[in-house]
């Protein structure tokens, strides 16, 4: 299994542009994650799907911040317009909710956003 | 606030010896576990969960879970330097998917 994809691993833009996330779960999986984190924050949960559906987005920051799950096997994360203090890493991650309640997720290489 | 603490560290440890990683959590609704281990500049890994209160081991890691104290505790025996990460700590509550993460403990095991 090739895991969880992300792409691209490194965006540098500027100010204002519009920036965009890509993320290819585990094939399967029928939740996807995503998280941004950074060194004063940590891991902040952005927005998770389950089965292409938006479930809980209460931590998307602002309107700036939009993401769709368009099929299984697709999601993107959109910022639009960047600024600097959206700079951080962007993780993508994927589960499947089998057995015990004890399951995890599996995170993706992340991308690392520089807004300047 | 539901929220998931952890001391930050630095942690360090001698090879060779056992290294314990604390957590805890503020919420009862909490169902289970996480320690992810996360080196710098990589992804975080699943390296071991919990939802049974007592221990869980797997090979050099074991798990520990209290929830009447609420908290949930990780022991690495015989600490390698490849186990030098920083371990974050996650807790899911019950009838939702998500995680939520603390700001991890950075451990550094001395040769």
């Known amino acids: 299994d090739a895991g969880v994809i992300q792409s691209p691993r490194h965006e540098v833009t500027e100010m204002g542009q519009e920036v965009t996330l890509r993320c290819k779960p585990i094939?399967?999986?029928?939740?996807l994650f995503w998280y941004r984190q950074t060194m004063m924050r940590g891991l902040e949960l952005l927005i998770y799907f389950n089965n292409n559906v938006p479930i809980d987005d209460s931590g998307m920051p602002e309107d700036r911040f939009s993401a769709k799950m368009p099929n299984a096997s697709f999601s993107t994360l959109k910022i639009q317009p960047s600024e600097p203090r959206d700079s951080a890493v962007y993780f993508c991650?994927?589960?499947?909710?089998?057995?015990?309640?004890?399951?995890?997720?599996?995170f993706g290489s992340g991308t690392r956003l520089t807004v300047v | 606030q539901k929220e998931v603490e952890q001391n930050s560290g630095p942690l360090s440890v001698p090879e060779g010896a056992i290294a314990s990683l604390n957590c805890t959590y503020s919420d009862r609704g909490s169902q289970s576990f996480f320690w992810y281990r996360q080196y710098s500049g990589k992804s975080p890994e699943l390296i071991m969960s919990i939802y049974s209160n007592g221990d869980k081991e797997d090979g050099r890691f074991t798990a520990q879970l209290n929830k009447a104290s609420q908290y949930v505790s990780l022991l690495i025996r015989d600490s390698q330097p490849s186990d030098s990460a920083t371990y974050l700590c996650a807790v899911r509550y019950f009838g939702n998917e998500k995680l939520t993460f603390g700001t991890g403990t950075r451990l550094t095991i001395i040769p």
């Open positions: 094939s399967g999986h029928n939740s």
């Open positions: 991650a994927s589960s499947l909710a089998v057995g015990t309640p004890d399951y995890g997720y599996t």
